[in-house]
Nanobody, 125 residues
Framework: QLQLVESGGGLVQPGGSLRLSCAAS????????IGWFRQAPGKEREGISC???????KAAGSVKDRFSISKDNAKKTVYLQMNSLKPEDTGIYYC???????????????????WGQGTQVTVSS
């Protein structure tokens, strides 16, 4: 069964850190890009960061100096390390499966075909 499961969200104070995990199952994880997306309250879902099957990463301008993405093929897991969190980082964070044997794309959500259920991140004092 194709599945992505996010974890690691929670409540954190501004300036704090969280690490999100996206655990994959049911497909050949090594070949596929995985993306992280965020939906803030009242806003459209946006691409945050992604990593290709080969390990090439991209990040949105708003987070590139604070967030980093990585993958562990043995654990079939992609991580999103989030540092220096701001209140505007609050939202539901989703991971999704992108294309195989291709670069990942942040601006084309239609290229992502399997989505997790999301994990809530709240940045507040």
């Amino acid at each position: 069964q194709l599945q992505l499961v996010e974890s690691g969200g929670g409540l954190v104070q501004p300036g704090g850190s969280l690490r999100l995990s996206c655990a994959a199952s049911g497909f050949n994880f090594d070949y596929y890009a995985i993306g992280w997306f965020r939906q803030a309250p009242g806003k459209e879902r946006e691409g945050i960061s992604c990593i290709s099957g080969g390990g090439f990463a991209k990040a949105a301008g708003s987070v590139k100096d604070r967030f980093s993405i990585s993958k562990d093929n043995a654990k079939k897991t992609v991580y999103l390390q989030m540092n220096s969190l701001k209140p505007e980082d609050t939202g539901i964070y989703y991971c999704a499966r992108g294309r195989s044997f291709a670069p990942c794309e942040l601006g084309a959500q239609a290229l992502y075909d399997v989505w997790g259920q999301g994990t809530q991140v709240t940045v507040s004092s």
